[in-house]
């Protein structure tokens, strides 16, 4: 039997016996488990394929065969199996790998993937090539936690057999996407599930596809009997196998939605390590708009796929019947669906996350701000205190969103402004309207929100600087207003709370200062603060766009991206002062 640490490649398991595969997976599992409850992570979704990857690997011959994984969170076994052992069973090198495959890490991962539906089409384009180069290797893309519903992969599932060439799809059906499944697909998977892979209604064969149903997908001995029929097929093939999300961690069995990612728990319990025990926006959000769907039965909430990202948890969506609309993870659909609901008399509100809205770019342009309609998107985890993995960054949301026409892009200084934003946003028709929820912590400023939305919030007035800090990074500009109050200058501090749209009557009355500095939580090309420069132009004042550099980053340290920015109050201080 190997010892986990001299596990280096695929090729280290090829001479096990199954007695020895099936008791390297309980090993392989115990290990994750030991890491994922310390460390946090994809708990469920790898768990569940913990057999899935061990016979994958047994059976093809990775890296000349092609694995494409989708979304590629439930990597971690592979990643296990391809040479990187050590940063699961050594907590001093739990950050040495991504949660995602990573290029830069394996010749083993052939994608940078952290959103849903890209395998299919991707391993599209990996057998085209192979055929038209006159390669002979298997393409496998591996598939689940409700990627198969999204647009692209049906575009591809629609398109691969096409080839009629070596192309094998695994179905990963554990029955759940991160919430429970939505849409008749999922109802299709049901039915064969239920009948062992008989039902005579067969959507993969309807496409043309040879169709392995396996109906132990926890099982090694099911799964490399089937993997290797397969291998070395000369047209398209799905194979469908049965598993079980969190399989082995009885906490995770039992609630599937709470741990399909959570942070350090306790094995045993399932306890968070390291409770917050504080007010959240995504709190914030969802008591508010369940409260505005009581009081209205036009509001509709939608999510694609995502409810616990919005606040939305099992007990929300119990009391929301109809009015609680989940497409899956389907942005695009969600996108229009909201645009549809506009014509037909509700009031939607699309809560998303800021990574994930990218995909709905053409919807939002075609669909609702061509048309004009007063759909309401909220976009969560946007901004630098987002979410750090380069797969899932969110601060190109405002430079994406704020420039289609139409569109009025608010960003909250605080938890006040934003349900007073909430409130405008869903009862005004005159604009679509994207909101930005800010990142921080919960903050109250006490003050009254001035509710006419297109004229910035002059928040003091000084002489001959003016700090214009938006959303997130006005509390910022406020610690720079009092560190240069206290060196005797007084600073004019504005909360713009519009980034789609200048205040051309508070702009001009800042001309004639000397300094004008902008601070956006999000890259400043395409963005709010080279709106304002633009304006200014040659009036006079000096303007600093400060924000975020345009760069993909990975696993980053918030505060030093911040300094490597200039964005830190004594850097704002130390403009002032050099003007």
């Not at 990597?75 to 040495?96: C, V």
């Not at 994608?111 to 085209?128: D, P, R, Y």
Request: glycine letters at 8%; proline letters at 4%; charged letters at 20%.
């Amino acid at each position: 039997m190997i010892q986990l640490k001299d596990l280096h490649s695929p090729a280290d398991i090829k001479g096990l016996d199954r007695t020895e595969l099936k008791n390297l997976a309980e090993e392989l599992r115990a290990v994750l488990m030991k890491k994922l409850s310390a460390h946090g992570g994809h708990v469920g979704p790898n768990l569940g394929v913990v057999e899935a990857m061990v016979a994958l690997h047994y059976v093809f011959d990775a890296p000349t065969d092609k694995l494409v994984f989708d979304v590629s969170h439930q990597t971690y076994i592979h990643k296990m199996l391809t040479g990187r052992i050590e940063a699961f069973i050594d907590p001093a090198h739990y950050d040495d790998v991504t949660g995602y495959t990573c290029p830069r890490e394996s010749e083993y991962d052939l994608f940078e993937v952290g959103h849903t539906s890209t395998s299919i089409a991707l391993a599209t384009g990996l057998a085209k090539a192979r055929d038209v180069l006159g390669g002979k290797e298997n393409v496998v893309a591996f598939i689940g936690d409700a990627s198969l519903g999204g647009g692209e992969a049906l575009e591809a599932l629609d398109y691969a057999p096409e080839l009629g060439s070596n192309f094998i799809i695994v179905v990963n059906d554990n029955q759940r996407s991160i919430a429970e499944n939505h849409g008749e697909l999922y109802r299709h998977l049901e039915d064969l599930r239920n009948s062992n892979g008989t039902a005579p209604d067969n959507i993969f064969k309807a496409l043309g596809y040879q169709y392995v149903y396996v109906r132990e997908g926890n099982d090694i001995d099911e799964l490399i009997r089937a993997f290797e029929s397969v291998r070395g097929t000369d047209h398209a093939v799905v194979v469908h196998i049965n598993t079980m999300k969190g399989a082995g961690l009885p906490v995770a069995e039992a609630d599937k939605e709470r741990f399909h990612y959570a942070a350090p728990f306790d094995l045993k319990s399932g306890a968070p390590l390291h409770p917050s025990g504080s007010e959240d926006y995504t709190d914030v959000f969802a008591r508010h708009i369940l409260d505005r769907m009581q009081a209205d039965r036009r509001v509709i909430a939608i999510t694609a796929g995502t409810p616990g990202a919005i606040g939305f948890t099992p007990e929300r969506r119990k009391v929301t019947g109809k009015q609680f609309v989940d497409v899956g993870i389907c942005e695009q659909a969600a996108t229009a669906v909201a645009a549809g609901l506009v014509k037909g008399g509700a009031r939607p509100v699309f809560g998303v996350m800021a990574t994930f809205i990218q995909r709905s770019y053409d919807q939002l342009s075609q669909d609702i701000a061509i048309n004009n309609l007063p759909a309401v998107v909220v976009d969560f985890a946007g901004g630098i205190h987002g979410i750090p993995d380069m797969t899932h960054l969110g601060f190109f949301d405002i430079a994406m969103a704020s420039n289609i026409p139409n569109f009025v892009f608010l960003a909250p200084a605080d938890a006040d402004e934003y349900t007073a934003m909430l409130d405008w946003a869903i009862d005004q028709t005159e604009h679509p309207v994207f909101l930005r929820t800010p990142s921080s912590a919960v903050t109250h400023s006490g003050r009254a929100v001035n509710m006419d939305f297109f004229r910035y919030d002059v928040v003091s007035r000084g002489g001959s600087v003016a700090i214009i800090g938006a959303g997130d990074f006005f509390a910022m500009a406020s610690e720079a207003a009092e560190i240069l109050k206290k060196k005797g200058v007084e600073v004019t501090l504005i909360n713009p709370r519009i980034l789609s749209h200048l205040d051309t009557e508070c702009l001009d009355s800042l001309k004639t200062y000397k300094t004008v500095i902008t601070l956006e939580d999000g890259i400043t090309d395409g963005g709010f603060g080279q709106k304002v420069a633009a304006y200014l132009g040659c009036a006079g004042p000096a303007v600093h766009v400060l924000g975020l550099k345009k760069e993909f980053l990975d696993r980053y340290d918030a505060e030093r991206v911040l300094a490597d920015n200039g964005l830190t109050p004594q850097q704002i201080v130390a403009i002032v002062v050099k003007d």
